[in-house]
């Protein structure tokens, strides 16, 4: 069958609640009738969730950078004797939260593997944070984190995961993935878990009761196959757990990385088909989240229309992105977010981490 006719058949299939398999997804990402691939995430989105499109009231703590691996992609991770090597201590992190005096919905708070920290720090970080804001959502610590905590301090990810929740921990963050593909994390993440790893710290995390989104790191090395198989290893894992929130695609910025030059940065074209195969491929996931920081705000606008529904948060200052190379503003206004939403045509819905409605901007 044609790539035309596959799509077209991908097409049937959505309509009629049928899920996709890895022949439609090679469709999707191959296909060039991006007003058809739009239509079609756009009414599998508005299936899902109406016209409202998803934004938080957030700040990003990237508490240290200070990292004990040396992945690739990354342009953020300092050596702990080097000398812009940092580390926040608890009260800083409560002054950052506390400085523009708004109120926040979330908190995203995400950090480096850092050798120098007692397990003791993390538990009275998410405790003060806790104090000082009883209703924020505290969304904190990858995967990542956690396998490298159950290693320094002798716990396994289920003994980390209940002290951390225990301490005012809601939700966990994506980021990790990476591509779930060993033979791409032995090449540009060494030291980092393997994939059935960071699968299994999701599955505690989703048997604790904590909500968990996923992400997935494109324009590197990886091939469709690499993309089709990750999507497909969440898909599995969210049909038995359920605890998946959202799916965010990101995409890779070479600057200052070991990969500067290396790569060819994906295309706009590119960067809404992973959007809208995201959307369809991942029919059990109830949201998809174009992230602005790494879209620019004209492509997450126009991401809406390819079937995300949620463009994160107004961050703060976001630090990892923009180490390599991000042109995108450091942080957003609430007002920007609801007339980014507005004038892309949805409805504007103000949320907290776990997706609870705070406001909807008629
Ligand atoms: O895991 C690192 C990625 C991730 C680069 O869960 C890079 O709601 C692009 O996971 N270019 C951390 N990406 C960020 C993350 C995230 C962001 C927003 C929302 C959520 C969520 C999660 O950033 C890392 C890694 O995959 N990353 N370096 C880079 N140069």
């Not at 523009?100 to 920290?117: C, F, K, Q, S, Y």
């Not at 990790?176 to 994390?185: N, T």
């Not at 920081?293 to 809406?304: D, P």
């Not at 948060?313 to 995108?328: K, W, Y």
Request: charged share 25%.
């Amino acid at each position: 069958m044609s790539r035309c006719r596959i799509l077209r058949s991908a097409g049937d299939k959505v309509k009629q609640g049928i899920r996709l398999d890895a022949r439609d997804a090679h469709a999707i990402l191959q296909s060039r009738d991006i007003h058809f691939l739009g239509a079609l995430a756009d009414y599998k989105k508005q299936q899902l969730n109406g016209r409202l499109v998803y934004f938080t009231v957030n700040k990003q703590i990237n508490y240290t950078n200070v990292c004990s691996v040396h992945c690739q992609v990354c342009a953020y991770a300092k050596s702990r004797h080097a000398p812009d090597a940092s580390t926040m201590s608890v009260e800083d992190i409560i002054a950052d939260l506390s400085r523009d005096g708004e109120e926040l919905d979330e908190v995203h708070i995400v950090g480096g593997l850092n050798p120098d920290l007692k397990f003791d720090y993390y538990l009275s970080m998410l405790r003060e944070i806790r104090s000082h804001f009883p209703s924020i959502t505290i969304k904190a610590f990858t995967a990542t984190e956690i396998n490298y905590f159950a290693k320094l301090y002798g716990m396994d990810a289920r003994e980390v995961l209940s002290r951390l929740a225990g301490a005012g921990l809601n939700t966990m963050p994506g980021g990790g993935a990476e591509l779930l593909s060993d033979a791409i994390r032995a090449r540009l993440f060494k030291g980092k878990e393997s994939k059935d790893a960071w699968l299994r710290t999701h599955r505690i995390a989703h048997s604790l009761g904590i909500k968990t989104n996923a992400t997935m790191l494109y324009g590197h090395i990886e091939t469709d196959d690499d993309i089709i198989d990750h999507l497909e290893q969440l898909r599995r894992l969210q049909d038995e757990t359920h605890g998946f929130l959202t799916f965010v695609p990101l995409t890779f910025h070479p600057v200052h990385t070991p990969l500067e030059n290396k790569v060819t940065p994906p295309t706009g074209i590119r960067k809404l088909a992973m959007i809208a195969l995201a959307r369809l491929y991942l029919d059990n996931f109830p949201h998809i989240k174009a992230y602005w920081v790494m879209l620019s705000e004209g492509i997450t606008q126009i991401a809406l229309h390819f079937g995300a529904d949620d463009i994160d948060g107004t961050i703060g200052r976001e630090r990892v992105t923009h180490a390599a190379g991000a042109s995108t503003p450091a942080g957003l206004t609430n007002n920007r977010m609801i007339s980014m939403i507005r004038d892309a045509g949805y409805l504007p819905a103000q949320r907290n981490g776990e997706y609870k409605i705070i406001k909807i901007y008629q």
